[in-house]
């Protein structure tokens, strides 16, 4: 795929782009399954029925994930736009998209400690971007 071939940083974007659909895949179906179909295809106007703790663990993953994508894809392009590319911002992208995408595993096992690690690796590597905009 052509949209995949720019620099690490914009595919690391894009690669980051499929994984946040596939969380909401998973944390939509998964929510589907436990609340019912009547209820989700509906207007919603009642509270929800409860989910399992797994669904809420990847809802919430879902919603971590959204917090971080858009500071990263700014990051991205700016370094793309002010061409900045450096093999650290590479680098960082690569560090946020791959513990971006060994949370979710995590936070669904519970695994204590080790989200919270992920979440700062990636966060890290989205520094690591912003900051090769500004060298």
Known sequence: M??????IEIQMLCWSVVLGLAQL????????KDQGLAYNIGP???APPPVTRLTARF??????????????A?????????DKSSPASALGAQIYFWSRLAYVPAYAAGIT??????WAASIFGLATVLLAAAE
């Open 113 to 118: 400690g080790l989200r919270t690690a992920l």
């Open 44 to 46: 919603r106007d009642s």
């Open 2 to 7: 052509s949209f995949f071939t720019g620099s």
């Open 59 to 72: 809802e919430r993953a879902f919603s971590n994930f959204r917090q971080t994508f858009v500071y990263f």
């Open 74 to 82: 700014v990051a991205v392009l700016v370094v793309t736009a002010l």
């Open 25 to 32: 895949v998973i944390a939509t179906t998964l929510a589907t």
